[in-house]
Each structure stands twice: as C-alpha cells, then as structure tokens.
C-alpha cells in the first residue's frame, strides 16, 4: 500500500519543475532553452521507476503550462515530455542497476529526445533550427540528471524493486 504523499510525490516534482522552468531567472537566451528539459529528468525517473505512479495527464499538462508561459508552440514540450515518459518506461526494461549504466542510458534517451526537439522545432520553423540551444540543452541537462536523480530517489518513499517487481519480471 502507497501513502498518498507517495502518490503525488511524481506529480508534485514534476509540477515544481515545470514551475521552475519558466520563472524569469536572467538567463542568456541559449541557456533559457535548457530550464524546460528538467521537468524531463522527473518525468523520466519517476516513470522508470514507479509508472503506476505518474499517468501521462502530469507530464502533458506540465508540458501544455510550460507551453503557454514560454508563449511557444502548444503541444511542444508536452509532446517531449510525454516522448520522455515513454522512454523513461523503457529504459527502465532494459536498463542495468547502478547508477552508472542507469545516466548511460539515460544520454542515450535525452539524446534521441534532444533530436526529436531539434527536428519538431525545424518542422514548426519551416526551416532548420539553430542546433547550439538544443546541444546546451543537451549538455546541461545530462549534467543535472545525476544530482537531480539523486534528490528524487531519497524523496521516493517505497524502494525501487517493490513496486516495479512485475515490471523486472516483465509480467
């Protein structure tokens, strides 16, 4: 049995995230591009780790708000995030448990999701997007995973292999 602060902890930080993604902190303009793919992070864990816990109406509508106040492209981020949820759940299958081989795939998914941003963003512009946002964007964000996976990991109040137990034996 989940506690209802277990419950709503994925969608609590995700939330936070998304919040913190759009606040006006000063940025250079390349680097502001990097704040919306962190909700990516929690999204990603959480659904590598407790899918049950995260339905997929958290990310889109996280996505649809980041969207609004960034005056960007409705269904853009929620796309992405919804894209990170599904690879979030893969990786969880196919993904060894330490913490090494956990951010190795972890680039290997921001990357091709990185990709996705770059291509959809081309698509909306008509044209090929500036890759230098996308690549910061990349950079810093694999660079948050690990301390940022870390916080969400002590925040999660079940261990890992009790809830995501039929998930390892792929029942």
């Known amino acids: 049995m989940t506690s209802i602060a277990g419950r709503l902890m994925p969608a ?9 993604a759009v606040l006006p902190w000063g940025l250079p303009p390349n680097a502001r591009f ?16 407790h899918p049950d816990r995260l339905s997929a109406w958290v990310p ?18 929620a796309l992405l995030y919804l894209g990170s949820m599904m690879l979030g759940v893969d990786a969880q299958r196919m993904s060894g448990t330490g913490s090494a081989q956990r951010w190795v795939v972890f ?3 921001l990357a091709g999701l990185v990709f996705a941003a770059w291509g959809v963003a081309s698509i909306y512009h008509l044209g090929l997007a ?32 009790a809830s995501n137990d039929r998930l390892v034996r792929g029942v």
């Open 60 to 77: 889109f509508t996280a996505g649809i708000v980041v969207d609004v106040l960034t005056n960007g492209p409705i269904g853009y981020w």
């Open 34 to 49: 990097v704040l919306p793919f962190l909700p990516v992070i929690a999204i990603y864990t959480w659904s590598g780790r």
């Open 12 to 20: 609590v930080t995700v939330a936070i995230l998304a919040v913190l």
């Open 130 to 161: 500036d890759w230098r946002p996308f690549a910061w964007a990349l950079w810093i964000t694999a660079l948050c995973y690990p301390p940022l996976a870390f916080v969400l990991r002590a925040l999660d109040p079940e261990p890992f292999r």
């Open 107 to 109: 680039l290997a998914s």
